[in-house]
């Protein structure tokens, strides 16, 4: 099994290098049938990847401890779902997939018989076979998954303790594929670059929907992976600025900014520059997460520590950055706009400062976390930028861009006239005002959060009321009722109101933020067995430990059993604890979460010792810690609402019934 995987790889490269090489003299000699030869290496690498991939996973699932990579991730007490999760859990499996998943994208490449951009295909699979190829060779010479004992060990190492849940079966393959699947739009813009094709948007056409795509699985898998860390880690919180938490949200940031740049290019034919800057950034940025996940440069408890690939993920980042930025340069007087943005009073004005605050964004948070280690390396002195740093850079920016996305739905394009926008923003502007008071009343008084809220409920508020003056209108014009107006719109209109359902889900994420950053309220306490803690109307009620354990003792569980009461009704049973992983000897926190639309009761297990009484018998003492954290529960809500749009955006819609029940032009 290990020589047979290996093999498929080693022809898998073969197949990717032909291929590039065919495309290379097809093209230039304009040889018909050497490009379809490439365009068949394209499928048959696919073909062999994905058979590289299937080797691995059998070997997972039947543990095949002969293979060092299914030794080192799995056991045998390991349940499937979490057997195929290490087809990622590990360095050389997780760039396996990474790079199957650009290898199946490469085929679906082309495969299409979409007519736009498909002048450009030749070029842009020409790109993305460059891209596998690169995973190829780190995974053929640098750190193969396919080595093997010459004597297979009776037993695996099984998985760390903390990627045992569900977030290890999601998370990783969701950030993964957005990154591989990234490397299509990125090469469908150097196709247009190469080729000079930049007069027309065939290019936008064939990139939008993959780039969409891409961005879709990051945004759900940094999502899920907030979730991950808030319900396993113990700590309360869900997002640490951690370096490699940031390495998924920097390119997850541009890539949006990407997709509001080419509906301008595309509807009005600016911001062209853009487009392909945002681009270039979004690859190379997935590029860079991934350099710094797999080299020690940068403290995370993410990273695989220092690896092989390190050296190799640099070389490919600058070749890649400065490669394309000298083919921007070249190709920069084919990239000006048809027109101007004349007036930031637009809708023109609104997405060229969006794009400003993304970008201003992207570098606050690059900026803090590539400093220490660069401060480090020229002077020696070691800087730790913390949590601060972020949130005082950022925050505001991101904000900014909550309050743009409401207003960009009610500002009109061109030059809008003082009166009409005045009118336009005065009925959110009062729906924000009542909410602020509202929540004065209910004895909020910090003004970070006010002013936060103020943005979020106007931005909602602006969305929702175009929404309904688009309803009203189409029912005007159709004679139909309001809500088959509604369900109409939303079928034939995808895009646009898929847009405004993400832009809800990501209010609605930042107003979970914004109630459990600044209204959390924390506390600790020690009891004895029948004693009770207590914080903001819940009583905890400590009844005593228990322990389960398998026969040899490799695996533990201690939890407590305890009684949770709010305004002195009974809420339920929870039951804090901690597992014992004897493979890694260490132990995990397992946090116990009661949660509601209100505010989630977070509850951790810190210590436990046995203490003599008075009377000499023995008892067990725990500390326990306990947080409320309001709202927090919208941040998951948000995420399932981001889903819905994102799918609805990219789901292709009917253009026939587009065309004939556009809403008025005056309102749209």
């Known amino acids: 099994m290990a020589t047979s995987g ?15 090489a065919a495309y290379i003299f097809g093209l230039r000699t304009k040889h018909p049938k050497l490009i379809q030869s490439a365009r068949q290496a394209v499928l048959i690498a696919a073909g062999l990847f994905s058979a590289a991939a299937i080797v691995l996973l059998i070997a997972l699932i039947n543990h095949n401890f002969e293979l060092q990579y299914v030794y080192s991730y799995t056991s045998t007490d390991m349940t499937l779902p979490y057997l195929i999760s290490a087809l990622w859990a590990g360095n050389a499996g997780s760039l396996l997939f990474w790079g199957w998943i650009v290898s199946l994208s490469a085929a679906v490449v082309v495969l299409r018989k979409r007519k736009q951009g498909q002048d450009l295909v030749p070029y842009a699979s020409m790109i993305i076979m460059v891209v596998q190829a690169f995973f190829l060779l780190l995974l053929i010479f640098a750190q193969s998954p396919f080595t093997s004992y010459d004597v297979a060990p009776l037993e695996g190492v099984g998985l760390n303790p903390l990627l045992e849940n569900p977030g290890m079966i999601i998370h990783p393959p969701l950030l993964l594929a957005g990154f591989a699947v990234l490397a299509v739009p990125f090469a469908f813009a150097i196709a247009a670059l190469l080729t000079g094709k930049l007069k027309d948007n065939n290019w936008l056409a064939a990139a939008r929907r993959w780039a969409l795509l891409g961005w879709l699985s990051l945004g759900l898998g940094n999502l899920i992976g907030a979730w991950w860390a ?3 880690l113990g700590w309360g919180g869900y997002w640490a600025w951690d370096p490699v938490e940031n390495a998924g949200l920097m390119p997850w940031l541009t890539a949006t900014a990407f997709l509001h740049a080419i509906m301008m290019q595309k509807r009005k034919g600016i911001f062209k520059m853009w487009s392909m800057v945002f681009i270039i950034l979004t690859f190379t940025l997935t590029i860079f997460g991934t350099f710094i996940t797999r080299s020690d440069i940068l403290n995370s408890v993410h990273t695989f520590g220092q690896t092989a690939f390190g050296p190799f993920f640099l070389v490919f980042l600058i070749i890649t950055f400065f490669g394309s930025l000298a083919l921007l340069i070249s190709r920069r007087k084919d990239l000006k706009g048809d027109t101007e943005v004349n007036t930031l009073v637009s809708r023109e004005g609104t997405f060229l400062l969006n794009n400003l605050l993304f970008v201003g964004a992207t570098f606050f948070i690059l900026i803090g976390t590539i400093l220490p280690s660069l401060a480090e390396a020229v002077s020696g002195n070691v800087i730790n930028i913390g949590q601060s740093f972020f949130n005082i850079s950022t925050v505001p920016i991101l904000l900014a861009i909550i309050l743009l996305a409401g207003i960009c739905s009610l500002i009109a394009w061109r030059r809008q006239t003082d009166r009409r926008l005045a009118r336009s923003l005065l009925w959110p502007a009062l729906a924000a005002v009542v909410v602020v008071i509202v929540t004065l ?14 943005l979020c409920s106007f931005s909602l508020a602006a969305i929702f009321s175009q929404w309904l003056r688009d309803v009203l209108a189409f029912s005007r014009k159709s004679s139909l009722d309001i809500v088959s107006s509604f369900w109409r719109l939303l079928i034939v209109n995808r895009r646009r109101y898929g847009a405004f359902i993400v832009h809800i889900s990501i209010v609605i994420v930042a107003i979970g933020i914004v109630g459990s950053s600044l209204f959390d309220v924390e506390k600790e306490a020690e009891l004895l067995p029948g004693e009770q803690m207590t914080i903001n109307g819940y009583a905890l009620v400590y009844n005593g430990l228990y322990v389960e354990g398998n026969e040899a003792m490799t695996r533990m569980i201690i939890s407590a059993d305890m009684d949770a009461y709010k305004n002195d009704r009974y809420i339920g049973k929870i039951d804090p604890g901690y597992i014992y992983d004897g493979n890694y000897d260490t132990w995990v926190s397992e946090v116990a979460i009661h949660s509601t639309l209100v505010e989630d009761l977070y509850i951790a297990l810190v210590n436990w010792e046995v203490i003599t009484l008075e009377d000499e018998s023995e008892v067990v003492q725990a500390s326990f810690s306990a947080k409320i954290n309001p709202l927090i529960i919208w941040m998951w809500i948000g995420g399932g609402i981001f889903l819905f749009g994102g799918l609805l955006t990219f789901w292709p819609g009917r253009k026939e019934s587009v065309k004939k029940i556009e809403p008025p032009a005056k309102i749209a």
Not at 6 to 20: G, T
């Open 6 to 20: 290996f093999v498929f790889l080693v022809l898998a490269l073969a197949a990717c290098v032909y291929s590039i």
């Open 230 to 232: 808030y319900a396993e």
């Open 441 to 454: 009343i209910f004895g909020v008084r910090n003004w970070i959060a006010l002013s936060a809220y103020f």
